[in-house]
């Protein structure tokens, strides 16, 4: 079967760096997204990897290894505003996007 | 219209009643999915349609219909709901599925079925 594993629910503190991981066992892979995702509101698209390494953009980074099945969403010099639930998505065979569940991601002053 | 528009925003339905959510888009993109989103779940996809004229069913689809006649439109349309079908629902598009493109979302339609 398919799956994508994240955390449920994360906290951190205001300045801080925080990385939410992910894992993955899908048919097929062409590419991983991370989205954030603000109470009450859609989900927004943060970064797409599909080779392995890092791939940096202002504050937030995600990495990807694809012969782990593991990818990670690093978010420096958090503030209040990232607080968000954070979404990982596969590409599977098919070009279907596969969602985790999420994570919560609470910013504490 | 900029981006994608969904409505209702919100709706409360008795069982067995008839509903079309709709869902709309000007960025003339040929993909158009229908999601839906429960607590504790990750976004599970119900319909997709890769361009105008096509649908295809994802990974729920039972008791869900979609047409698209049109790149803009993509309605969807509960039969005959049932409770579980309570629930959060995005429709979202993307300019194709080739690899890297990223799916834009409306802002959603509550519902839920008494």
């Known amino acids: 079967g398919q799956n994508i594993d994240q955390p449920t629910e994360m906290t951190a503190t205001e300045g801080a760096i925080v990385q939410i991981n992910c894992t993955y066992q899908?048919?097929?892979?062409?590419?991983l997204f991370w989205y954030q995702q603000h109470a009450g509101e859609a989900p927004t698209f943060l970064s797409y990897?599909?080779l392995d390494g890092l791939e940096e953009k202002g504050r937030f980074s995600s990495f990807l290894s694809r012969s782990k099945g593991y990818s990670y969403l690093l978010l420096k010099e958090l503030q209040m505003k990232d607080s968000a639930s954070y979404l990982c998505?596969?590409?599977?065979?098919?070009?279907?996007?596969?969602w985790g569940a999420g994570t919560k991601l609470i910013i504490k002053p | 219209i900029a981006g994608i528009t969904q409505a209702p925003t919100s709706q409360i339905l008795a069982a067995g009643r008839r509903m079309t959510l709709r869902c709309t888009q000007d960025?003339?993109?040929?993909?158009m999915y229908w999601y839906r989103q429960d607590l504790g779940l990750g976004l599970r996809l119900i319909h997709y349609?890769?361009?105008?004229?096509?649908?295809g069913k994802g990974e729920v689809p039972d008791g869900y219909s979609v047409s698209r006649a049109n790149t803009d439109d993509f309605p969807l349309t509960l039969a005959s709901a049932v409770p579980s079908q309570t629930s959060v629902y995005f429709c979202?598009?993307?300019?194709?599925?080739?690899?890297?493109?990223?799916?834009?979302f409306g802002p959603g339609t509550r519902l839920t079925v008494l």
């Open positions: 998505a596969v590409s599977d065979s098919n070009y279907q996007l596969i």
């Open positions: 349609s890769n361009t105008a004229g096509t649908t």
């Open positions: 990897n599909v």
């Open positions: 899908t048919s097929g892979f062409n590419g």
């Open positions: 960025m003339r993109h040929n993909a």
């Open positions: 979202a598009s993307s300019d194709s599925t080739t690899p890297g493109n990223e799916q834009f």
